[in-house]
């Protein structure tokens, strides 16, 4: 028998395939992450249950750490820059945007990792220490299995490589270069977060129809997506953002198949609209936020600051990158619908959020609010739009895990004691824990001398200087509206006497610590000296095509 590429070779026909050119040193961010996430699948399956913990730590800090440093020197060596180019035949972009939200993430995680390692906060069972992760996750909820997997202290380790899944995927969708990509990035990152919101140790029906909820809602998201990239495809012939917007643009060369296709714009406006709801769905914006407090309040509360953080940042970073390098053609087409879901999500966000009394769901709808002030800088359709976006998104998600570590630790015997009941009196019974609290909360507000006014003020001066000042002053008065119940739960936990039977206030670990102080330290340095990462954000705010 011949071999076929001998045929192929007599008769003077080379391969009918290439073999793809595959950057590997310039992906390896996302190829150290992906690979400790194997890692950690291999240390749940060979080692003994009572060692996981601790290897799953550190694999997962060593994985973190080193796609962090992978980003540093991609950085310095000047692939946000001048070296900035596309990846892997077209579907990635390396780019100042990429590489930006790419730390932020993989820092943010780090962060998220210790608060899952924390085992002080709950009591000692048979002498072990265990997290806020449930027992055995497979078991039924209130069941026997359930209760011997208690009594036994065990843990629920898979937490670990699943958050670096997540993370693997949250690192490829700000910087994916075609929607096939992009879907596939939002998928690896949505499906390993779909387990991690049902994986609470204590409430454990609320935590499973929290993760059922985000699933079912997620899915339908997703289904949003995929459609409209089948209805661009089929309006314009490629899955490449940067031959989208030649086509949208009129520059590229017209074939015949073209010229039919490129006659029925409703093809590219649905699909478009499509592709917006799936990410506007990630992000939390109104309408499509009806999924964030039920599952920020049921998710474990380290998975919430990880995904109120996380997401939020990949999220808006592939809504930058579609909008900016796939339509700019459009955006007299898709700025005024921006416009209103900016406001609608800044009115509702704040409005909602007065009514809470539970601090997750506060949290949960302060965290809508902000998706519509990041929007204020998307609208901005310009470099300094985009620059202004990263440093929020730095900012915002620093504060946001100090926060909820900061929850973790206001228990009682039923564990986290949510309830703005509660945390009555809290300055009283722990000034300081209150204190980094009430900064962070104001820090959300936007006061001065915080990360949060900075930032603010950074998408709002973008916006007005892009023809935006009706939506700045909307966002001032929602700014203001948000304020009040920032200050509500500040009067609350120092101007009200504490509850006789109410919470105590956990001592945590060095991990949970660290987290806390490090956002801290980053709310109130980007608030004290902002000017280096405003700079940085600038310089890291162009898109390659």
């Known amino acids: 028998m011949i071999p076929v590429h001998a045929l192929a070779a007599a008769n003077g026909s080379g391969p009918s395939i290439p073999a793809p050119h595959i950057e590997y ?5 996302m190829l150290v992450v992906f690979g400790a996430a194997l890692l950690g699948v291999l240390v749940e399956a060979f080692l003994p249950r009572r060692a996981r913990a601790s290897a799953q730590l550190g694999v997962s800090l060593l994985g973190l750490g080193g796609a962090f440093a992978a980003v540093v020197v991609l950085a310095a060596q000047g692939h946000g820059t001048t070296k900035a180019g596309l990846l892997a035949m077209g579907a990635v972009a390396i780019d100042g945007p990429a590489l930006f939200l790419q730390g932020v993430i993989l820092l943010t995680a780090v962060l998220a990792v210790l608060t899952y390692a924390e085992g002080r906060l709950e009591p000692r069972i048979n002498g072990h220490r265990v997290d806020a992760f449930a027992a055995q996750a497979a078991a039924v909820p209130g069941g026997e299995q359930e209760r011997d997997a208690t009594r036994e202290g065990l843990r629920t380790t898979e937490i670990y490589p699943l958050t670096l899944f997540a993370v693997g995927g949250m690192l490829l969708f700000p910087a994916a270069n075609d929607l096939l990509t992009m879907f596939v990035a939002l998928e ?14 204590r409430r454990r029906l609320i935590s499973q129809e929290a993760a059922v909820k985000y699933f079912l809602l997620g899915a339908f998201a997703s289904a949003f997506f995929l459609f409209g990239t089948a209805l661009v495809y089929g309006y314009a012939g490629s899955l490449q953002l940067g031959e989208i917007a030649d086509v949208v643009s009129g520059v590229s060369q017209v074939t015949p198949a073209l010229a039919v296709t490129t006659q029925n714009d409703a093809l590219l406006l649905i699909g478009l609209a499509m592709l917006a709801v799936g990410l506007l769905f990630k992000v939390g914006a109104v309408p499509f936020h009806s999924w964030t407090p039920d599952v920020y309040q049921g998710a474990p509360t380290p998975v919430t600051g990880f995904m109120a953080a996380a997401t939020k940042t990949a999220a808006f970073g592939a809504l930058l990158r579609l909008f900016y390098v796939a339509f700019p053609g459009l955006r007299w087409d898709w700025r005024p619908v921006m416009w209103g879901v900016a406001i609608l999500t800044m009115a509702v966000g704040a409005v909602l959020a007065i009514t809470q009394q539970d601090v997750k769901r506060l949290l949960a709808y302060s965290s809508v609010a902000h998706a519509g002030f990041i929007l204020t800088g998307l609208i901005a359709t310009d470099r300094r739009g985009v620059a202004a976006v990263l440093f929020y998104l730095l900012a915002y998600s620093f504060v946001t895990l100090g926060a909820f570590a900061v929850v973790t630790l206001v228990r009682d015997s039923k564990g986290e004691a949510t309830h703005l009941s509660n945390w009555a009196g809290l300055g009283r019974r722990s000034p300081l824990l209150a204190a980094v609290f009430a900064l962070f909360l104001l820090a959300f507000a936007g006061i001065p001398l915080t990360s949060g006014f900075t930032g603010k003020f950074a998408v709002f001066q973008a916006a007005a200087e892009g023809g935006a000042t009706p939506l700045v002053i909307v966002g001032v008065l929602s700014s203001a509206v948000a304020a009040f119940f920032y200050i509500r739960v500040i009067v609350l936990m120092f101007f009200s006497d504490p509850q006789p039977s109410g919470p105590a206030v956990a001592v ?33 705010a162009l898109f390659t095509r």
């Open 25 to 29: 040193g310039q992906l390896s961010p």
């Open 188 to 201: 690896v990152l949505s499906l390993p977060l779909y387990l991690m919101c049902a994986l609470a140790r």
């Open 508 to 540: 945590p670990s060095p991990l949970t610590a660290t987290a806390i102080g490090v956002g801290v330290l980053v709310t109130l340095g980007l608030g004290l000296l902002p000017q280096y990462f405003l700079d940085l954000a600038s310089k890291a």
